[in-house]
């Protein structure tokens, strides 16, 4: 059975960002190919982007090193740039997160301190469409462009993320997810959709990670969950 992850993703792209003309360091051309790479493929090492990794692929493009502020717009420009994951939560559910950071979320900063284990928040977002001056770009080097995004971020707004053509299956996210659990780390994993884990491949996957990843929804999927049953 194949579970869609609606309620990861954001329906409307933030506005892209006008970088000033003092501060481009990329043709047009030059964009479109690392939003191209970014959308289309994963790093070399099989794992997920990232702030560095797609740092390093579009000083490569420029040929040039790019200051962090200049990489910083156009990350944002591009639609890759985070939102802190808490304020982004409290936002849609002030009166919820409020009690849920009372409560809940002591525990799981205790539970990832005792186990060394990292804070990542599941989320995503749905990509601005890429275009030229002409007509919308749907293809780069014959790769479909991806429109939607997965990601992984901290409380800091660090991410790692890939991009897909869909909305992501379930099977889509936990093969996201194998990608950013690979080497020994644990992770306390909270994820705006709980319901995609009570699927069957879910469930068994999750007990293949049994002791490396504990998952925590939030309260408005908590309660809708609730609702269902």
Do not use: C
């Not at 191209?36 to 099989?46: A, E, I, W, Y």
């Not at 304020?87 to 559910?93: E, F, I, M, S």
């Not at 977002?125 to 991806?146: C, F, N, Q, S, Y």
Request: aromatic fraction near 6%; hydrophobic fraction near 40%; charge should be positive.
């Amino acid at each position: 059975m194949h579970t869609t992850t609606n309620a990861l993703m954001t329906r409307t792209p933030r506005p892209s960002v006008r970088i000033r003309r003092s501060r481009r360091r990329l043709t047009e051309e030059q964009e479109l190919h690392v939003q191209g790479v970014l959308r289309s493929t994963l790093p070399d090492d099989g794992t997920l982007w990232d702030r560095e990794k797609a740092h390093a692929l579009t000083n490569s493009v420029a040929r040039t090193e790019l200051p962090e502020r200049t990489f910083a717009a156009y990350l944002e420009r591009w639609g890759f740039a985070p939102q802190k994951p808490l304020r982004k939560a409290h936002v849609a559910d002030p009166f919820g997160m409020k009690a849920w950071m009372s409560v809940d979320y002591p525990v799981i900063a205790m539970q990832a301190r005792e186990a060394g284990a990292e804070i990542l928040w599941l989320g995503g977002d749905a990509l601005p469409d890429l275009r030229t001056k002409a007509a919308p770009v749907v293809v780069h080097e014959g790769l479909p462009i991806g429109q939607h995004l997965l990601h992984l971020s901290t409380n800091r707004g660090d991410r790692q993320w890939a991009a897909l053509r869909t909305l992501p299956s379930t099977e889509d996210t936990l093969r996201f997810l194998d990608r950013a659990l690979h080497g020994t780390r644990s992770i306390e994993l909270i994820a705006p959709d709980i319901t995609l884990f009570k699927d069957a491949s879910a469930q068994a996957w999750m007990a293949r990670h049994a002791g490396r990843l504990n998952i925590h929804g939030l309260p408005a999927v908590r309660r809708a969950v609730l609702r269902e049953d």
